[in-house]
């Protein structure tokens, strides 16, 4: 079979589980999972070579819908368990899916140096802007204003930008997506899964239950005015300007990933053993 009749062959329902979501009826999280599935569709991966890693919260929930390869980690954790896999099987495609409390709160160093280190994967986060699996609290990426009973008058802090910080940090592939265009977030994380590097994709995926005003983003987003680049500098004074609601691939740069290169042990693990000997 050629890899073309392999693409041919493949379709986006091949990579859905019969595990049914328990998403609120209306979360975004629903449409990203078919961007998933469209994405690893348009790019003929066979299903045993896909690995989908997580953290905690309701948009990690996503392995357990596909039928690839997945572990359901811990809060915070999953780009250090997704390096940990990516380096000791290079020949998986990892794809990395959190949420912004996830990602941004208590995973936020991993994060950083992620996208420092550039190990070859997809790290996807569904920003909601709010925590949604424990009932509604801010997350780094909450407006100042959020004003509920968990945060009278709102926290007054203002947001951290998270493609800024994944720009500066080093990640060589940045972009925005909005989960209610499936489609174009199909194209732009097939995009990112063929980036020979880390590439970061921010969904905006509204959360209706705690954030029923997101409804808007529908009419809020716009694709990007201007093309991606492969220029940081540029990227970054793109970014001094972006309202938050711009869709497509900021940056595409070319750095090198980082791959150590594993070869005989240098030590003998029976001697190590026997040091630790009580
Ligand atoms: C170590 C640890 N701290 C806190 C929690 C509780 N907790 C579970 S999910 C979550 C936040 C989820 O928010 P987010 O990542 O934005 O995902 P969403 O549910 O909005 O998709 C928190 C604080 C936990 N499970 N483990
Ligand atoms: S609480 Fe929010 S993020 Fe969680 S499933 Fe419901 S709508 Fe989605």
Request: aromatic letters at 8%.
């Amino acid at each position: 079979m050629s890899s073309l009749d392999v693409r041919l062959a493949c379709k986006p329902g091949d990579y859905k589980s019969d595990v049914t979501p328990v998403w609120c009826p209306g979360c975004g999280d629903y449409h990203v999972l078919l961007s998933f599935t469209r994405a690893f569709a348009a790019l003929g991966l066979p299903r045993e070579q896909i690995a989908v890693i997580s953290g905690i919260g309701c948009s990690s929930r996503i392995p357990a819908y596909t039928n690839c390869y997945g572990f359901h980690g811990v809060h915070g954790r999953s780009l250090a368990l997704a390096a940990g896999l990516k380096v000791t099987r290079p020949d998986l495609t990892v794809v990395v899916a959190s949420g912004d409390g996830d990602g941004y709160s208590i995973g936020g160093n991993h994060f950083l140096h992620a996208c420092r280190r550039n190990i070859d994967m997809t790290y996807v986060v569904m920003d909601n802007r709010v925590y949604g699996m424990t009932k509604g609290q801010p997350s780094p990426t909450t407006e100042p204003d959020f004003d509920t009973a968990l945060t009278p008058g709102g926290t007054g802090l203002s947001p951290f930008h998270p493609l800024v910080i994944a720009l500066a940090s080093g990640a060589s592939f940045v972009a925005r997506a909005f989960s209610g265009a499936p489609n174009e977030t199909a194209e732009i994380l097939a995009d990112a899964i063929r980036h020979p590097g880390f590439s970061f994709v921010e969904i905006l995926s509204p959360c209706v239950t705690f954030r029923p005003d997101e409804k808007e983003w529908k009419s809020m987003v716009h694709k990007a005015p201007v093309p991606e680049t492969d220029d940081a500098a540029r990227a970054a004074r793109r970014l001094m300007t972006d309202d938050g609601f711009n869709i497509g691939v900021l940056y595409r740069g070319a750095r090198k990933p980082f791959q150590p290169a594993f070869g005989a042990p240098s030590i003998d693990i029976a001697e190590l053993e026997k040091e630790f000997e009580l």
